[in-house]
T-cell receptor, first 118, second 111 residues
Framework: GAVVSQHPSRVICKSGTSVKIECRSLDFQATTMFWYRQFPKKSLMLMATSNEGSKATYEQGVEKDKFLINHASLTLSTLTVTSAHPEDSSFYIC??????????????FGPGTRLTVL | GQQVMQIPQYQHVQEGEDFTTYCNSSTTLSNIQWYKQRPGGHPVFLIQLVKSGEVKKQKRLTFQFGEAKKNSSLHITATQTTDVGTYFCAGLSGSARQLTFGSGTQLTVLP
C-alpha cells in the first residue's frame, strides 16, 4: 500500500514552454502533498506544501507564479512549471501524507519526474 | 529556520564493513525519519524515531535518536552491495508537518 505515482517520469521541453507534472496517491487519500526539487547528488529541497482544496504554501525563495501548484482532490496534485528555462532542469519529486494512513507524518514519495529544458 | 546537517557526505566501504551516518539538527525535533534513495530512484521510508534515546533495529540497520532529540544515527552492520544508495535523515519539529531533509550520505559498497 501507500503508492504514489508521478507522470510523466521524464520530460524534455523547449525554453519558454510550460510543463505540468501530476502526482497521484493511488491507494489512499492524501490530505497533504509536498513538492521537492533535487539537484544531482544533492538533498531534497522542499518547494511547497499543498493541502487539498486550499492554496499551496511555498518555501522562501520559490516563485509561486512560476511553480503553480494545484491540489484539487485528495488523490491528485499538479505542479506546473511555467515558462521553463534551462535552470529549471531538475528532478522533481512529490510526496503524500495522510493522518488516516499514518499518525507519524510519514511521507510516501512518488518516483520523480526528470525535467530537462533545452 | 531549521537546519539538518548530515555527515559524512560520501562513504566508501568494503563489503562486510560497517557504516554509520550521523545527523544533527539545529532545533529539537518531534521526530526524525530515515529514507534510502537508490541510484536513479526516489526516497523510500525506512523508519521513524520519536522518543528521546530511542533505538530501533531493522535486521542489520540500527537507528538511534539522541537524548536531546537533536541528533540521530544510522548504523549498518556488515554492509552488502544491496545497501548502496544515499541515506537521508529528515526531521520534523514543532507542529509543522514539513520534513527538513539532511544533505544525505552516499554509500558505496565495494565487492
Amino acid at each position: 500500500g501507500a503508492v504514489v505515482s508521478q507522470h510523466p517520469s521524464r520530460v524534455i521541453c523547449k525554453s519558454g514552454t510550460s510543463v505540468k507534472i501530476e502526482c497521484r496517491s493511488l491507494d489512499f487519500q492524501a490530505t497533504t502533498m509536498f513538492w521537492y526539487r533535487q539537484f544531482p547528488k544533492k538533498s531534497l529541497m522542499l518547494m511547497a506544501t499543498s493541502n487539498e482544496g486550499s492554496k499551496a504554501t511555498y518555501e522562501q525563495g520559490v516563485e509561486k507564479d512560476k511553480f503553480l501548484i494545484n491540489h484539487a482532490s485528495l488523490t491528485l496534485s499538479t505542479l506546473t512549471v511555467t515558462s521553463a528555462h534551462p535552470e529549471d532542469s531538475s528532478f522533481y519529486i512529490c510526496s503524500a501524507s495522510s493522518p488516516a494512513r499514518s499518525t507519524t507524518d510519514t511521507q510516501y514519495f512518488g518516483p520523480g519526474t526528470r525535467l530537462t529544458v533545452l | 529556520g531549521q537546519q539538518v546537517m548530515q555527515i559524512p557526505q560520501y562513504q566508501h566501504v568494503q563489503e562486510g564493513e560497517d557504516f554509520t551516518t550521523y545527523c544533527n539538527s539545529s532545533t529539537t525535533l518531534s521526530n526524525i525519519q530515515w529514507y534510502k534513495q537508490r541510484p536513479g530512484g526516489h526516497p523510500v521510508f525506512l523508519i521513524q524515531l520519536v522518543k528521546s534515546g530511542e533505538v530501533k533495529k531493522q535486521k542489520r540497520l540500527t537507528f538511534q535518536f539522541g537524548e536531546a532529540k537533536k541528533n540521530s544515527s544510522l548504523h549498518i552492520t556488515a554492509t552488502q552491495t544491496t545497501d548502496v544508495g544515499t541515506y537521508f535523515c529528515a526531521g520534523l519539529s514543532g507542529s509543522a508537518r514539513q520534513l527538513t531533509f539532511g544533505s544525505g550520505t552516499q554509500l558505496t559498497v565495494l565487492p
